[in-house]
């Protein structure tokens, strides 16, 4: 069973500072990974993808990624009210039948102004 | 259409009946996802189609089944509704293994 874990929340930070979302996965050989964000009645979008360990910064966010820790993360920088949302973290993996993504149960950020 | 289309965006539906989600995408994406959302469980896959043709089973796949005649097509049919099948239930495409697409979800309450 592949299993992605996240804490459900909810994380609140005041308007300003850094949010920090952590995710950690059971399946050794997968290697792609993403960062969903979803607002309340919307449906997912994505925000990031990770690749390779280290970290990748796109505009406020950077994913980070430790296969060996099995370990991804989204650092939310300057967090902004507008980004209170659900977070789900993503992986992939590949089976008899092709590629396949699993979810988190995400985890909800609220920024408080 | 841009995107993914989900049909119907909101549905009520009476234990035991036959229901079919429709979700039409124009990108020309190989494959195609059905997850249900539920909370505190996030999204589980439900049936997905890695190319026109091929349907493969997900997490959980009992009391559903799909169809994948063409590219652009993945109709989601609930046989014989349940309650606990009540749920938000998201198509979604992806091309190259990205899943970066998802439609605006079905809403469904089975009675």
């Known amino acids: 069973q592949k299993e992605v874990e996240q804490n459900s929340g909810p994380l609140s930070v005041p308007e300003g500072a850094i949010a920090s979302l952590n995710c950690t996965y059971s399946?050794?050989?997968?290697?792609?990974f993403f960062w969903y964000r979803q607002y309340s009645g919307k449906s997912p979008e994505l925000i990031m993808s990770i690749y390779s360990n280290g970290d990748k910064e796109d505009g406020r966010f950077t994913a980070q990624l430790n296969k060996a820790s099995q370990y991804v993360s989204l650092l939310i920088r300057d967090s902004q009210p507008s980004d209170s949302a659900t977070y789900l973290c993503?992986?992939?993996?590949?089976?008899?039948?092709?590629?396949?993504?699993?979810f988190g149960p995400g985890t909800r950020l609220s920024v408080l102004p | 259409i841009a995107g993914i289309t989900q049909a119907p965006t909101s549905q009520i539906l009476a234990a035991g009946r036959r229901m079919t989600l429709r979700c039409t995408q124009d990108m020309r994406h190989n494959a195609m996802y059905w997850y249900r959302q539920d909370l505190g469980l996030g999204l589980r896959l439900i049936h997905y189609?890695?190319?026109?043709?091929?349907?493969g089973k997900g997490e959980v796949p009992d009391g559903y089944s799909v169809s994948r005649a063409n590219t652009d097509d993945f109709p989601l049919t609930l046989a014989s509704a349940v309650p606990s099948q009540t749920s938000v239930y998201f198509c979604a495409s992806s091309d190259g293994g990205l899943v970066a697409f998802f439609g605006q979800g079905t809403r469904l309450t089975v009675v």
């Open positions: 399946d050794r050989v997968s290697q792609s």
């Open positions: 189609s890695n190319t026109a043709g091929t349907t």
């Open positions: 993503a992986v992939n993996f590949l089976d008899n039948y092709g590629q396949n993504f699993v």
